[in-house]
């Protein structure tokens, strides 16, 4: 992770703060209601970021159409909340983490 260099970081903790406030506040898009930014990994070149998210629809075809009809919408956003010269590419993958502990947690509830 690119939490080592102290500008990466700083993006990365504005990207978090806004995009949480932009998905909860200002995406219109219903299949978006629901979905929780947990991290953001920002590559050290600063062109790239992965948004990490839960959902309680998992990573549904569904949300994940609407977070591509929605990227114009961050990206824009983000520009004008943002302080840096660019925007990274933005990324964002279903963190299945959560998932894979409640999965374990049941199979030991069973044992």
Same mark, same amino acid.
């Given at each position: 992770?690119?939490?080592?260099?102290?500008?990466?970081?700083?993006?990365?903790? @504005?990207?978090? $703060? +806004?995009?949480?406030? #932009? &998905?909860? $506040?200002? %995406?219109?898009?219903?299949?978006?209601? @629901?979905?929780?930014?947990?991290? %953001?990994? %920002?590559?050290?070149?600063?062109?790239?970021?992965? %948004?990490?998210? =839960?959902? @309680? /629809? +998992?990573?549904? +075809? /569904? =949300?994940?159409?609407? #977070?591509?009809?929605?990227?114009?919408? &961050?990206?824009?956003?983000?520009?004008?909340?943002?302080?840096?010269?660019?925007?990274? $590419?933005?990324?964002? =993958?279903?963190? $299945?983490?959560?998932?894979?502990?409640?999965?374990?947690?049941?199979?030991?509830?069973?044992?």
């Amino acid at each position: 992770m690119a939490k080592d260099y102290p500008r990466s970081d700083r993006i990365r903790q @504005q990207i978090k $703060k +806004e995009l949480a406030n #932009l &998905l909860q $506040k200002e %995406v219109k898009d219903p299949s978006l209601n @629901q979905i929780t930014i947990l991290d %953001v990994d %920002v590559s050290p070149c600063l062109k790239h970021a992965k %948004v990490f998210f =839960v959902s @309680q /629809e +998992e990573a549904s +075809e /569904e =949300v994940m159409k609407g #977070l591509a009809r929605s990227m114009p919408f &961050l990206r824009s956003q983000l520009a004008k909340r943002m302080t840096t010269r660019g925007i990274p $590419k933005l990324h964002f =993958v279903y963190d $299945k983490s959560i998932d894979e502990s409640i999965k374990i947690s049941k199979l030991l509830d069973g044992i």
